[in-house]
């Protein structure tokens, strides 16, 4: 382990002891005795222990002053109030956007420095003190000359570094598990982090994010469920944003939703249909959505802002999961299981009227619940249970989706706990399949794809002459190859190896013990060798 990731092992279970949190210091068992090294210490264990604060005071300052990821974590964390104390949920809504800003003296630099003149050149008017401030960035209010309301976005100095130091902390890790754990193999960590690697490090650049943005509103114009602020593309950089100042609700604040008589049941219901129109329409979905990037209008409307995190799926991923989503709406728990065999979720070897068993144990209870009334404790226990005991491989490309998908389940749950996820989400999908086999869908893909086929039809001709050459000259093999033919055979294989090695090993055994077997009936001395070969045969085994 290189020394810089050991000293930041260090610094975070001091961290974590300067703010009293001990108990979680000793969970994690990676240095032993440090509890009692740094707890001698100025400003060590002891002082955590006598601060006065509450636990969830203590672990959001401990998280803010752990950095950006940590930071990431704790706002996760935050979207999930159901399954958190509720003094330490409470607290880590704070991380959404009050983390402690950087001085305007330095927003101010970053800005003048990216734009390349001074603030009072470029804005009419600019509030030194910031908005909102999260991990990644703060924003401040300001006006163009020509009177538009705009909020300046920036970054935070030195993000990079941290951000990186962190990421080489987290791949050092997951190193360490997939060399020393057994499950690593089934959750690859390395990919895992790769993935949240690529996701963060893309966020540092917004000049991708307003694009993002400038995305997701072309998709959504004139939408009556969800408004994207206008990017100002002459004033963005890299580490500096313009966009269109607007005004919303809270979308964490219910009281102040149902105080200026929000509907609250629509409101849950088109976040739902937001969240699968980006998945399954657009294939281009916000995948931060936590309350601190999220309004409300009156009219029952979302407002999103902050695009630094998108995700899209493959065609294949995409289909795997409208056909699992379908199937587990209409309780086809052997069509969910098949599924997962065939996008190899979960071993091909899998048996798969045992996993259908367990797939059913695990949903049937929910089916026909509001929100408001399923443990997820429960479940994501069972769950993980379930995925364990059948090796289902984390899938690293769905990380995000996954991830956007309980936010917006506890979104929900929050704004409308009756809310029904299941018949919310099974009109829309079941539109999906239906546009997808559609003919107009199929002439629409012909449309597309003819240029290609206009510019490879010359070459057909050609190609096909060259492949029947060789064939009849037999310089041409086709061979088919399958997953599960080749395991068959091998299988036949080794019981070949297994039949010959215990005739062998029967015959020569039998050859030692002739004198008994001559003085035994012809039927015991069957029976005898027949047992000695059940027995050599379950050895080998």
Known sequence: MKLSILRRLLHIQRVLLRHGLDDLVRQTHLFPWLDRGLRWLPGSGFRGRRSKAPRGVRLREALEELGPIFVKFGQALSTRRDLLPEDIAAELVRLQDRVPPFTAAAARKTIEKALGEAIENVFASFEPEAMASASVAQVHAATLPNGDAVVVKVLRPGIEQRIDADI??????????????????????????????????????????????????????????????????????????????????????VAALRA???????????GVEIFFTQVFRDNFFHA?????????????????????????LSPNDQY???????????????????????????????????FEAAIRSVCEPIFEKPLGEISYGHLLLRLFQVARRFDMEVQPQLVLFQKTLLNIEGLGRELYPQLDLWKTAKPFLENWFREQLSPRKGIAKIRRQMPQWARQWPQLPDLAYQALSRTAQGELEIQFRSAQVETLREEIRTGRRQLSQTIAGAALLGSSFHPVLAAMPVTSGLLLLAGIATLLLNLRR
């Open 288 to 312: 931060d959505m936590h309350p601190g990037n999220i309004f409300a209008t009156r009219e029952a409307g979302y407002i999103a802002v902050d695009f630094g995190i998108v995700a899209s």
């Open 168 to 253: 080489e902390l987290l791949e050092t890790l997951a190193a360490m598990a997939e060399r020393y754990w057994p499950e690593a193999s089934r959750l690859h960590p390395s990919e895992v982090v790769a993935e949240f690697a690529r996701t963060i490090r893309d966020e540092l650049d917004l000049v991708r994010e307003a694009a993002n943005a400038q995305e997701i509103r072309r998709r959504f114009e004139n939408s009556d469920m969800l408004y994207i602020p206008k990017v100002y593309w002459d004033h963005t950089r890299r580490n500096v944003m313009v966009m269109e100042r607007v005004s919303g609700l809270p979308i964490g604040d």
């Open 320 to 354: 795997y999961l409208a056909e699992n989503f379908l199937a587990f709406f209409n309780r086809d728990y052997l069509r969910v299981a098949e599924m997962h065999i065939q996008s190899g979720w979960v071993p091909a070897t899998t048996r798969i009227h045992e």
């Open 260 to 270: 200026a008589g929000v509907d609250l049941k629509l409101l849950a219901e088109r």
